[in-house]
């Protein structure tokens, strides 16, 4: 039988052997993203996949493209701060607002930054969900895919949601440049929730747009996004596999599950 030690050497050198790794099993990583040190646990998938060193490589190259170094940004389902630590890491002399509904999620994500002094001083968090109202939704995870969870459920834990808007006037915060979205299917209520925010300051936007939740939404949400966000003087684009981006007329047909949407007036100067 090969030693723990060995079987977590090999999931770092092959994304492929990750299942080679036990699950359930407590460790801290000390070099993700290089330097960072995070907390991981084998029975959460996303943080399987941080031990590679990096998470969502498309979606980290859009980071590193799109956000610049005083810039103010929103992570809208934060989860364990995969994604969070690398804009934090960017945006050092910016500010990071992170998003995060799930009790047990947000509290790793707590402990994550405070593992990392330094980046922790970037980092907002703010344990809610976001909506197109304030109040109350049901919290639940997902009970295939340990660590993924979502707000669209007729059962779970009662957790409070609030606006875009309302947390980008209460974060006191005078710019705003980049937000991520990956809400499991909500992504259209964040938006609408956001509009004057994103009327005022013209961030990139950058959404996840998986096919299912169409179905699951039983609306053509993507549509919806698409037409809001255009009337906003807003261009969209598809993520290629090699991490460069592409125009699109409409999101009819996903091209890509995280599409990118860019203020037209800043397009020539960032394409």
């Given at each position: 039988?090969?030693?723990?030690?060995?079987?977590?050497?090999?999931?770092?050198?092959?994304?492929r052997?990750?299942?080679?790794?036990?699950?359930?099993?407590?460790?801290?990583?000390?070099?993700?993203?290089?330097?960072?040190?995070?907390?991981?646990?084998?029975?959460?998938?996303?943080?399987?996949?941080?031990?590679?060193?990096?998470?969502?490589?498309?979606?980290?190259a859009?980071i590193r493209?799109?956000?610049?170094?005083?810039?103010?940004?929103?992570?809208?389902?934060?989860?364990?701060?995969?994604?969070?630590?690398?804009?934090?890491t960017?945006a050092?002399?910016g500010?990071?607002?992170a998003?995060?509904?799930g009790?047990?999620?947000?509290?790793?994500?707590?402990?994550?930054?405070?593992?990392?002094?330094?980046?922790?001083?970037?980092?907002?968090v703010?344990?809610?969900?976001?909506?197109?109202?304030?109040?109350?939704l049901?919290?639940?995870?997902?009970p295939?895919?340990?660590?993924?969870?979502?707000?669209?459920?007729?059962?779970?834990?009662?957790?409070?949601?609030?606006?875009?808007?309302?947390?980008?006037?209460n974060?006191?915060?005078?710019?705003?440049?980049?937000i991520?979205?990956?809400?499991?299917?909500?992504?259209?209520e964040?938006?609408?929730?956001?509009?004057?925010?994103?009327?005022?300051?013209?961030?990139?936007?950058?959404?996840?747009?998986?096919?299912?939740?169409?179905?699951?939404?039983?609306?053509?949400?993507?549509?919806?996004?698409?037409?809001?966000?255009?009337?906003?003087?807003?261009?969209?684009?598809?993520?290629?596999?090699?991490g460069?981006?592409?125009?699109?007329?409409n999101?009819?047909?996903?091209?890509?599950?995280?599409?990118?949407a860019?203020?037209?007036?800043?397009?020539?100067?960032?394409?």
């Amino acid at each position: 039988m090969l030693p723990f030690s060995f079987k977590l050497f090999l999931a770092k050198k092959d994304r492929r052997l990750r299942f080679l790794l036990p699950p359930d099993k407590a460790f801290i990583c000390e070099h993700y993203l290089g330097n960072l040190r995070v907390n991981i646990n084998t029975i959460y998938p996303i943080e399987v996949e941080m031990l590679t060193g990096a998470y969502d490589p498309k979606t980290s190259a859009i980071i590193r493209r799109f956000v610049s170094v005083n810039d103010v940004v929103i992570d809208v389902g934060a989860n364990v701060g995969a994604l969070t630590l690398l804009m934090a890491t960017v945006a050092n002399q910016g500010k990071v607002i992170a998003i995060e509904p799930g009790p047990p999620i947000c509290s790793r994500l707590r402990n994550n930054l405070k593992l990392n002094p330094d980046i922790q001083k970037t980092v907002d968090v703010y344990q809610i969900g976001l909506s197109d109202r304030a109040g109350e939704l049901l919290w639940q995870e997902d009970p295939n895919v340990v660590g993924n969870a979502g707000l669209l459920h007729h059962g779970g834990e009662p957790v409070k949601v609030d606006t875009l808007d309302n947390v980008v006037k209460n974060s006191g915060i005078e710019r705003l440049d980049f937000i991520k979205i990956d809400v499991e299917g909500m992504e259209y209520e964040v938006i609408k929730g956001g509009l004057a925010s994103i009327t005022q300051y013209r961030p990139f936007i950058y959404y996840e747009t998986l096919e299912p939740f169409r179905a699951i939404r039983g609306f053509d949400l993507y549509g919806q996004i698409y037409a809001v966000l255009q009337e906003m003087g807003y261009q969209h684009f598809c993520v290629l596999a090699n991490g460069e981006i592409e125009s699109v007329s409409n999101l009819q047909v996903l091209r890509s599950p995280n599409t990118l949407a860019i203020p037209k007036e800043k397009v020539d100067r960032v394409v």
